[in-house]
């Protein structure tokens, strides 16, 4: 468990914030690939949490050294 960030293959931010077996799982932020912030919140095992909902996030994590 810890923090990390994933990029496109452009360079731009995927997700940045807490991560657990390779996922986003806690606090993050997610962004298009133009840069824009498109949620901000909580995530479990690689998905969104929208209240109660679970949506479906396609990155991998790496851990920030």
Do not use: P, R, W
């Not at 840069?35 to 920030?64: H, P, R, S, T």
């Amino acid at each position: 468990h810890g923090t990390g960030k994933s990029y496109y293959e452009n360079g731009q931010l995927i997700y940045e914030g807490d991560i657990q077996y390779g996922k986003s799982h806690g606090t993050g932020k997610s962004y298009d690939k133009t840069g824009q912030l498109i949620y901000e919140g909580k995530f479990q095992n690689g998905e969104y949490i929208i209240d109660n909902l679970m949506v479906l996030v396609n990155c991998i994590m790496a851990l920030d050294n």
